[in-house]
C-alpha cells in the first residue's frame, strides 16, 4: 500500500507544525477568497490494460483547464488483483497523470479561468494506491492556502473483508469557507470557517448476480471510513462537519452516559451505549437510510467502478440501443462526450437518445437501489447522456463478443451530495486515447461553493 499526503505550506506561515501530515494546518489565509470551486472527478477501471510509457491521458486536457480540484480514481491498475504492494503500471500511470497536468505549457496550468485557480499550476495533495485501486487529489496553487487538513483512509472488501482486489479509498480535504459562504450559511454551523469533503473511489463486488453483495460493499465501506476519518482526527476537527453542532451534543451525551454508568454499575451500559450512538445502523436491515458519513461530511463525491448492471438480457438491450442510434462499431459511434462548456448537451440530445437511455436505466441496478434506499442514499447522479461504458472488446468499440457476452452495462459512475451550493455541470464519458481498457472513463465537473 503507498500512501502519500502532500501538503504544501504556504510561505507566509509562521511557526513549525510538529503534527502528521493527516492533521497539518496551515495559520494564514487570504481574505478575500472565490467562494465558487469547480471540481473535476475521473473514474476510469484500466482493465490492467498496460498504459504506454509515452501514451497520454486526453480526457483530463479539458478538466486540468476548466477544474481548480481534480479527483482521479483508477480502479483495476495492475493486473495481479489481490497484491496490495504498489507495482510498475500504477508508477507509469501516476507518471502519465503529472505529464498530463504539470506538462503542456510547462507548468499545466493551461489557459487557466482566472477565477478560484488563476491558471496556477498544480498540487498533489494525496496519492493513494490500495491494490489495483489508485487514487490522486491535485489542488491548484491558488487555493493552496485554503486547506487545512486531509484524511486517507482505506477499506477492503475483497474475500473476507481481507483481498484487496475489492473495496474503497476515501480522501477527506477540509477547506477553509469564503466570508460570502460564511454569511450565507450563518452563526449556528459547526466549524465556523471550514468545511469538510470527502473523495471515494471504491471497486465493488463483480457479476450480475451479486446486486445485495454490491449494496453491502457500500455500507461497509462508509462505515469503515467514516469510523477511520474519525478517529484519526480529535475532537476540534469534529467541527468542520458542518451538522448544526448535533456532533458535539452527541459527544456531550456519550460523556454523561458513561458517567452515569459509572455510578450506577454496568448492567445497562450496553444500552447506554447505543442510545448515545444513534448513528449506527444494522447492516442487516432491510430499511437502509442515508448513511452517517453521507449525512454528517457537507460534500460527498464517490466515484468507481461501482459494477451495477442492467437486468435485461443482452439481446434486449443491444435492441433498445440500436432503436436510439447508439449501437455503433467504431469509437466514436459507442461514446457519447459533450463539449460545450456550459454543460448543455442535454438540451440538444435527441429525443431518442434520451428515450434509450431512460430505458436502459429503468432497469439499471444502481437507480432501484437509490430509489429503495438499499444503498447510496443522499446521493444524486447527473443525467446519463451515453451508452454503456462496460464491457467493450479492448481497443473497440464494439461490446464483448467472447464467449460469455456480458450484458452491457452503466458500471462506471460518478455520484455526489445535493444541496446548497452544489451543481452538476457535466457529466459524460471521456476519451480513452492509447488504453485498451473494456471500460470507458467517465468524467463529471461539478460547481461547489465553500
Known amino acids: 500500500m503507498l500512501v502519500v499526503v502532500l501538503l504544501i505550506m504556504s510561505h507566509r506561515s509562521q511557526g513549525g507544525n510538529n503534527a502528521p501530515p493527516s492533521s497539518s494546518l496551515i495559520p494564514l489565509f487570504n481574505e478575500h477568497l472565490s467562494p465558487s470551486l469547480r471540481i473535476g472527478v475521473v473514474t476510469y477501471n484500466l482493465g490492467a490494460s498496460l498504459l504506454p510509457p509515452h501514451g497520454s491521458l486526453p480526457f483530463l486536457l479539458p478538466l486540468s483547464h476548466r477544474c481548480d480540484v481534480l479527483s482521479i480514481n483508477t480502479q483495476e491498475t495492475e493486473p495481479v488483483k489481490p497484491r496490495r504492494a504498489e507495482g510498475s503500471r500504477s508508477v507509469r500511470l501516476r507518471r502519465l497523470v503529472i505529464k498530463a497536468l504539470m506538462g503542456g505549457n510547462g507548468n499545466g496550468s493551461g489557459n487557466g479561468r482566472g477565477k478560484g485557480g488563476g491558471g496556477e499550476g498544480w498540487i498533489p495533495l494525496a496519492i493513494h494506491s490500495m491494490g489495483g485501486m489508485q487514487s490522486m487529489l491535485f489542488v491548484r496553487e491558488g487555493i493552496r492556502d485554503r486547506v487545512r487538513n486531509v484524511v486517507v483512509e482505506d477499506v477492503s472488501t475483497g474475500i473476507g473483508n481481507v483481498v484487496v482486489n475489492k473495496g474503497g479509498i476515501g480522501v477527506f480535504v477540509t477547506l477553509k469557507k469564503s466570508s460570502v459562504c460564511d454569511e450565507d450559511y450563518g452563526e449556528d454551523d459547526a466549524g465556523t470557517d471550514t468545511e469538510c469533503m470527502v473523495f471515494i473511489n471504491s471497486h465493488l463486488a463483480a457479476h450480475e448476480g451479486k446486486w445485495s453483495e454490491r449494496d453491502k460493499d457500500f455500507h461497509r465501506i462508509s462505515e469503515v471510513l467514516r469510523r477511520g476519518y474519525e478517529e484519526r482526527t480529535d475532537r476540534w476537527s469534529r467541527g468542520y462537519v458542518r451538522d448544526g453542532g448535533e456532533g458535539r451534543r452527541r459527544m456531550r451525551r456519550r460523556r454523561k452516559m458513561k458517567k452515569k454508568g459509572e455510578r450506577g454499575g454496568n448492567e445497562n451500559e450496553n444500552e447506554n451505549e447505543n442510545e448515545g450512538r444513534p448513528e449506527r445502523r444494522r447492516q442487516d436491515s432491510d430499511d437502509f437510510d442515508v448513511v452517517p458519513l453521507i449525512s454528517k461530511i457537507p460534500h460527498v463525491f464517490w ?131 492509447e488504453g485498451r481498457s473494456d471500460h470507458r472513463p467517465v468524467l463529471a465537473e461539478f460547481e461547489v461553493e465553500i
Open 303 to 433: 466515484a468507481g467502478d461501482l459494477n451495477y448492471r442492467l437486468s435485461l438480457p443482452r439481446a434486449a438491450v443491444e435492441g433498445i440501443l440500436l432503436e436510439g442510434g447508439r449501437f455503433g462499431r467504431g469509437k466514436k459511434e459507442a461514446s457519447y462526450d459533450d463539449d460545450d462548456d456550459d454543460g448543455g448537451g442535454d438540451e440538444t440530445m435527441s429525443d431518442s437518445f434520451s428515450s434509450c437511455y431512460s430505458r436502459l436505466l429503468s432497469h439499471d441496478q444502481l437507480t432501484m437501489s437509490m430509489v429503495s434506499s438499499r444503498a447510496f442514499g443522499g446521493l444524486a447522479e447527473g443525467r446519463i447522456t451515453f451508452p454503456p461504458t462496460y464491457k467493450y472488446d479492448p481497443g473497440t468499440g464494439v461490446y464483448d463478443t467472447s464467449r460469455k457476452e456480458r450484458v452491457p452495462s452503466y458500471t462506471d459512475r460518478i455520484l455526489w451530495k445535493p444541496g446548497k451550493g452544489v451543481k452538476c455541470k457535466r457529466y459524460y464519458v471521456g476519451e480513452e486515447g
